[in-house]
């Protein structure tokens, strides 16, 4: 019976892709992980796991390059809590343009006032005036799932927006408000933004995007909204920024003991995806990745290895995990071929072949034996 260990605790959505499977916080070596902001990087991987199937976008948490050269395959799950995240950003754009935060925690100070708290709160509401957003203009750097549901909400309550994301697919960009304008480089967006929200991946390349250079481009009284990693933006270079009014506020979904505390920092504790909605999309849609993948081998919404997936075929389905390989030559070593395919994502390949005949154990030692290959499995 296969095992799948649960690192967090994860919508009872998933139970029904793991029926036939033990399912729990404590298996031991385990075939698949289910897990959402756990740390993986000290886990003992046993020689048994196959796969780990993260329920939320980021997979910072995970070691995925290791276990990429494992043949572990790592999946997220884009786009199963883009909602929650843009209604949190959408939420925080009013609270940048106002001072609701401020002024809520200033209401509260008027507890024990008994019937002087309707004159006070008249006369101390002019502390707490801030601007509407309407007209204003949005800098989306990144238009994945998430970007493309903020730029259009933004776009239908006024405001004007531009984006930018050198990775724009076609079909992200046939989803775009028609009025969301292409910025050339984020330079443009830094020039003419207002308020800026970024949802990129933590990536070496993302690591301190935001930093004095950057700030220095932008708007003052510019707002920056960052629900994507607390590191890709320079922490000492944004409470000088903050300090020194350059940035009118920044509001984060990731706070820090440095940030806490700084003013006009609003530091959310990690709501971006927590609703039930997000939790349930997420944990199905990482189960059903997750059970393809340890049933049929496919492979769909992978960090670290490419796409690849077909309806099954034949006797049995060789799967093939490699590196710097040339997949020809593994093809070749393959007998009885009925039905293949592969593709590459950086320097790594996986292959499915559907044979006619089930292979030797002489055959998979060929086929180990090729230069590159990480992994085979037969399902
Ligand atoms: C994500 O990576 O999907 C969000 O940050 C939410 C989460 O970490 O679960």
Redesign the pocket.
């Known amino acids: 019976m296969r095992k799948i260990l649960k690192l967090n605790s994860i919508s009872p959505l998933a139970d029904e892709y793991f029926k036939s499977y033990e399912y729990s916080d404590s298996v031991t070596n385990p075939d698949g992980i289910m897990v ?2 756990a740390a993986m990087a000290d886990y003992a991987v046993g020689e048994n796991l196959l796969a780990v199937a993260r ?4 997979t910072n948490n995970i070691p995925v390059a290791d276990y990429a050269a494992k043949g572990i395959v790592v999946f997220n799950t884009p786009g199963a ?1 883009a909602n929650a ?1 843009k209604e949190l950003v959408i939420c925080e754009l009013f609270l940048g343009g106002r001072k609701i935060t401020d002024a809520i925690d200033w209401a509260k100070t008027l507890k024990g006032e008994g019937e002087n708290v309707g004159k006070l709160v008249e006369k101390g509401k002019s502390k707490f005036v801030g601007h509407e957003i309407m007209g204003k203009t949005l800098g989306v750097i990144g238009f994945g799932a998430i970007g493309i549901l903020v730029a259009n909400a933004a776009a239908a309550l006024g405001m004007k927006v531009i984006g930018v994301d050198p990775f724009l697919s076609t079909k992200n960009a046939l989803l775009l408000d028609p009025s969301v304008k292409l910025a050339a480089d984020r330079d443009e967006i830094y020039k003419n933004a207002d308020f800026i929200t970024v949802h990129v991946p933590l990536t070496p390349d993302t690591r301190g995007m935001f930093n004095a250079e950057t700030f220095a481009k932008m708007k003052d009284g510019a707002v920056l909204i960052n ?1 994507s990693r607390g590191e890709l933006v320079d922490e000492a270079a944004v409470i000088e920024v903050l300090e020194s009014g350059k940035l009118e506020r920044y509001i984060t ?1 990731f706070p820090t003991d440095k940030l806490i505390g700084v003013k006009n920092a609003i530091c959310v504790p ?1 709501l ?2 927590s609703t039930p909605e997000a939790e349930d999309n ?1 944990a199905v849609m990482a189960a059903r990745q997750l059970w393809d993948y340890l049933e049929n081998g496919n492979i769909v919404n992978s960090v670290n290895y490419p796409a690849v997936s077909m309806a099954k075929s034949g006797m049995q389905r060789l799967c093939v995990h490699a590196k710097g390989a040339d997949v020809a030559k593994i093809v070749a070593a393959v007998p009885n071929v009925a039905n293949m395919q592969s593709a590459s994502k950086g320097e790594y390949s996986y292959l499915i072949c559907d044979l006619s005949k089930e292979l030797k154990a002489a055959d998979l030692k060929k086929i180990e034996a090729v230069e590159g290959v990480i992994r085979v499995r037969t399902i």
């Open positions: 959402r902001s329920a939320g976008a980021g809590n995240v629900n979904d990690h971006g995806a997420c």
